[in-house]
Structures are given as structure tokens and as C-alpha cells.
């Protein structure tokens, strides 16, 4: 196993030397000429700072990885940047993991008038804090049977970049951190619900990301997950993709690499359902097709 790590990270190494440690500027993307990348296939996973590289080739056993088999991923590059991969919020590379909704989402609640869980009218967020404190007001309304009190947008979209030498599975698998006794079945998680999708082409915080990767119908979605609840049970099948998604030689990694974005939220939401905090996590994989 020594052996075997000393020589992943001698194989990154030569490779990727000339790679900047917060921008993967280089003279040339390593992802282009990487031995194990292109004879086995790779995929690659980052957030535009740190990356992790997902092999189809077994170092440890000296195997390939077969068709529908769970990838080897393996983060010990040594100028991978600082801390591990994480999710961004989308449309940014500020870090999401660390943020809101992680560690603590909130939402204001606001008036519903019609019984259709979507609130008529909200109250002012004076500073916009995301949640009724002092200097908020709410103007005066009459009660009438479906008058109800209920959640504004709970959502929050995060995004991945990806990259690739080869055709491969994501899936995603959700798992119960902890919960309120008023909010500790699974049904509940039937009310969070998850949407994802590909953006080809953009710029994030001057990162641009797309211009080669490849372009056309080589990927789709699976329609079986609707809620995070579908994605409990094990690791669940929502992307195929077909073909590589490098494109050509490119002079970095994120200009051959596309971005996930994926949205969760409560779906709607009232007092009736229970008052407390629900917290569960959802971790991404990447087996061969």
C-alpha cells in the first residue's frame, strides 16, 4: 500500500508540476496526456481550487476496475491545493459546504391567504437576514379558514465541476445526519426535494469552464429521484455519462470540464408539520459504465 501511494504520487507529480495551486493554470492540462487517464479511464472531480481523481485502474491491486464497479478515487495529489473537494455555491466558487444551508438554513415564513402552501405576503427583511428579527414588520391581515402560516424558498443549489477520460455512472446517496423528534422520519425527506442538472459553458468568479469539453447529447439523466428520500438505500443511479467529456488538449482543467448543479429544498412547509431541524448529507460517486 506504501508502494502503491508513493507511486500515485509520483505519477501526479511529473504530470501536474507545472499546475498552480488555486487556478489549475498550466502550460498544458495534465488530463491530456495522464498514462492511467487515458489507456484506463478517469474522472475528474473538482471545485476550482482542489481537485480529486476518480481512477479506473486499481493502483493498490495493480487491477482495472470492471464495467458497473465503483471507481478508485484518490485524493493525495501533492500540489492539489488546499483542503479537499467541496461543493460551491452555484454560479460562484465561494464554498458551500461551510455555509448556509449546511450548517444552518433559514427561512422567513410569511402568510399564506389561498391554502396553497406559497405565502401572499411576506414580511420586510429590514437587513436581510433570511429570518424575522428586530426591525422586520408584517403589515395587518384578517384570519379565514385557510389562512396559514408557511415557508418562503428553503432551496439552495450547489454545484461540482467535472471532467473525464472515459463513460461513467454518477450516483448519489443521502443519509440521515440527525433530526428533532418532530421531524425524524423518512417522510419528511419525501417533502425535500432534489434537482439536478449540467451547465456546459460559463464563467464562475472569472474561472472559465466548457469552451472544450465536448458538446451534444452525450449524457442523460435517470427520472426515478424526485426527493432526497429516493436517494436513500444506497448509492442511486441520476447520470450516465457516455462519453468522455474532455473534448480535446486544452491549457487547463476547468475549460474541459462541465458543472453539476444540483438544488434541494423543502418543497413546502407549514407549522403543522413540526418545528425543529433536519440534517442529512448527500455524497456523489462515480462507477464505470
Request: with cysteine.
Amino acid at each position: 500500500m506504501l508502494k502503491s501511494r508513493l507511486t500515485n504520487k509520483i505519477r501526479w507529480w511529473m504530470l501536474s508540476g507545472a499546475a498552480c495551486l488555486t487556478s489549475f493554470s498550466a502550460n498544458a492540462s495534465w488530463l491530456d496526456s495522464d498514462f492511467y487517464c487515458r489507456v484506463y479511464g478517469c474522472v475528474i472531480a473538482h471545485d476550482g481550487f482542489s481537485f480529486d481523481v476518480y481512477d479506473n485502474y486499481n493502483f493498490a491491486t495493480g487491477s482495472v476496475i470492471g464495467s458497473r464497479e465503483q471507481m478508485i478515487r484518490w485524493s493525495g495529489n501533492p500540489i492539489q491545493g488546499v483542503g479537499g473537494v467541496n461543493p460551491v455555491i452555484t454560479g460562484s466558487r465561494i464554498e458551500g459546504f461551510y455555509n448556509v444551508p449546511v450548517s444552518d438554513q433559514s427561512s422567513i415564513l410569511g402568510i399564506d391567504f389561498d391554502g396553497d402552501g406559497i405565502p401572499d405576503r411576506l414580511p420586510s427583511d429590514t437587513n436581510n437576514s433570511g429570518f424575522l428579527d428586530a426591525g422586520d414588520r408584517l403589515d395587518p391581515f384578517a384570519l379565514t379558514d385557510s389562512t396559514d402560516l408557511v415557508a418562503a424558498d428553503t432551496s439552495a443549489q450547489r454545484s461540482l465541476y467535472l471532467s473525464s477520460r472515459t463513460d461513467f455512472f454518477l450516483t448519489a446517496e443521502a443519509t440521515l445526519v440527525g433530526s428533532s423528534d418532530d421531524l425524524n422520519n423518512l417522510d419528511m425527506l419525501e417533502n425535500v426535494e432534489f434537482n439536478f442538472g449540467v451547465t456546459r459553458q460559463g464563467v464562475d468568479d472569472g474561472m472559465a469552464f466548457g469552451a472544450d469539453a465536448r458538446t451534444g447529447n452525450f449524457f442523460r439523466s435517470f427520472n426515478n429521484i424526485d426527493s432526497v428520500a429516493d436517494l436513500y438505500g444506497g448509492p442511486q443511479r441520476i447520470m450516465v455519462f457516455r462519453d468522455e467529456i474532455r473534448l480535446r488538449d486544452a491549457a487547463d482543467l476547468p475549460s474541459q470540464s462541465i458543472r453539476f448543479d444540483y438544488v434541494y429544498g423543502l418543497s413546502a412547509y407549514d407549522m403543522s408539520m413540526g418545528e425543529g431541524f433536519l440534517q442529512y448529507e448527500i455524497e456523489f460517486d462515480f462507477y464505470n459504465r
